[in-house]
């Protein structure tokens, strides 16, 4: 039985207690003598655990817990990362909070980079133009100082002004420099497998001592010896389900796992089995949608199509059309050994923002117009198409893009995992990095 790590236990100390938000899980009473986490919790297929945690302690305060529990204050390395920190805020009903990030500047530098559990700085300059989060800056930031205080860190937060998620430069001390944040700020701790507090926090800061992990909760101790029937434990130890992927430590071949017959409202036993990553582009243009399955169903993505040379003369960076969104497929059932039938669930489908918005960015000098996800969009039923489907039993809406995709054209099976938009005949790809 793993023991709680006592700086885990410290590492938080101080946080705001939280009133649960209706629609969302609520949080765990603690002792009298414990501290009151605020936080909540989600898990990345690439095995990251992060925490958000509600508190109005200074920037480097935060900084410090994250690291004496093992971790660190996250640092976002593109847009996939991006959209699905912003897809949880939203789904935990957080979009009123300001969270700081792991990222700060020197007062004597102009320059942000993320910082490292040690302190150190990384090399990357974060509020370069050539960063991919540059167009996510607020407009006219980061401003370096404002209302008599050094902004020397930075927080994302939905603005109502530019009707958009966006990063700004603030005080480490936020609260200070404005009791209008007060209980309106918090932080997000991000933990690395094989990291020192990373086994502690897989398996839940709130049930260290629990007996099999509960993956529908995604609580309890991971160690244990795997159910087959709630699919909950370790899969190390598993003697059938998945013979050579091993889900603890993510190595082997996944495409070798077993497939189910059926699934019910929990779609994790099919999805575990097909990547996470999947990409709509016809490899001509600068466009492209990039799609991120998670083996609940959900998903998150980013569709782009910059057109440079569009109103040169008022846009020089041309005009790029966006969609960050995010949304969940259901009802998931068996068509034959290599289909499966889902349908979109139209009530979670959620756009970053509203079609037909637009905004201008100076800094890059990019006209962006708000657009719908390009291939998602049009459609109520997909087909998810697992690798080796016979290529002749392919409809042909989808093998005009399989035949973009399948590294052999001359194979007489699907290469690769597809996603197919059957009412607008779009087609995306995956497989297995």
Known sequence: MRKMKSALAAALAGALCLVPVPGTFAVTAHAANSPDYGDFRFTTDDGHVYYLVLSDCTWSEAFERASEAGGYL???GGWTEYSTILNKIIDFGLQDYRFRIGAKREKNSREYHWIDEDGE??????????YWSWT???????SFYANGFDETVISVFLSTQEHRWVWNDVPDDIVASSKYFSGRVGYIVEF?????GYDDAYAGWDQLDGGSYDEATQSGDYYGSYDEATQSGDFTSSNGG?????EANQSGDRSDSHVPDKVGADPSPLLKNVPDN???SSGAGAWGTDLDLYDDGSFSGVYHDLNAGEDMDKYPGGTEYLCVFSGAFKNFRKVDDYTWAMDLDLGRLKLESEIGSQWFDERDGIHYVATDPFGIAGGDTFYLYLKGHPI??????YLNWANLYNPDP???TLDVYGIYNVAAERGFWGDFE
Do not use: C, K, M
Request: glycine content about 14%; proline content about 12%.
């Open 74 to 76: 996250v640092n976002i």
């Open 121 to 130: 700085p990384g090399s990357e300059v974060i509020n370069d133009p050539s």
């Open 136 to 142: 996510r800056w607020i407009t006219g930031g980061p």
């Open 192 to 196: 690395d497998q094989g990291s020192e």
């Open 242 to 246: 998945f013979p050579t992927y091993d």
């Open 278 to 280: 999947f990409y709509f």
């Open 392 to 397: 002749d039993t392919l409809p042909a809406g």
């Open 410 to 412: 001359g194979s007489d």
